[in-house]
């Protein structure tokens, strides 16, 4: 699952996963796991760049390991390296979001060190901007707007089937 911070890549990553009935993971959890520290406590010690190694790291090992559903962190698919082993192991789902779903979902969590430095809703737009010529590049994307969850579960898995009938032919 790729897509900004609050497109619902836990939320849906999760349902995703009991349908499919893979395993969930979080990659965010699992960098705090590996860390033994909160990512604010690591983005406040070490700096985004060492998150950022982590994160490479951890996402990478996951990768190797056997199939489940992985939710990433907001930044990890601008990362060449992620997404080509993403490309190579996996099939990527960007969860698209608008602004304004994206400042309210944010706004019920404080522990994103990426919002704290300004307003929220000017640090996604610029982050939307950056980011979604990136996300683009994913196998599939769906929108995640106001749908209840389970519909945008359903069009995760119709496109993931698609996706799928046209790889193997
Ligand atoms: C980040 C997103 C966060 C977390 C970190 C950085 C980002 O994950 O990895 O705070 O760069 O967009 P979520 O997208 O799961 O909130």
């Not at 010690?45 to 994160?55: A, V, Y």
């Not at 951890?58 to 390296?81: Q, S, Y």
């Not at 400042?103 to 640090?123: F, M, Q, W, Y």
């Amino acid at each position: 699952m790729v897509g900004l911070m609050g497109a619902g890549k836990t939320s849906i990553g999760r349902r995703l996963a009991a349908r499919l009935g893979l395993p969930f993971v979080d990659a965010d959890d699992e960098i705090e796991a590996a860390a033994g520290s909160s990512i604010e406590d690591i983005f406040d010690r070490l700096g985004e760049e060492s998150f950022r190694d982590g994160e490479r790291r951890v996402i990478a090992r996951l990768l190797d390991g056997p199939p489940i559903v992985l939710a990433t962190g907001g930044g990890a698919f601008m990362d060449v390296e992620t997404r080509e082993r993403i490309a190579a192991k996996g099939i990527s789902v960007w969860l698209r979001a608008n602004i304004d779903t994206l400042v309210r979902r944010t706004s019920r969590r404080n522990d994103r060190p990426l919002l704290k430095n300004g307003e929220p809703r000017e640090i996604l737009i610029h982050l939307m901007e950056q980011r979604y010529p990136i996300y683009q590049l994913a196998d599939i994307v769906v929108d995640s707007f106001d749908a209840p969850a389970e519909g945008t579960l359903q069009h995760v898995l119709d496109a993931i089937e698609a996706y799928r009938v046209a790889e193997a032919t």
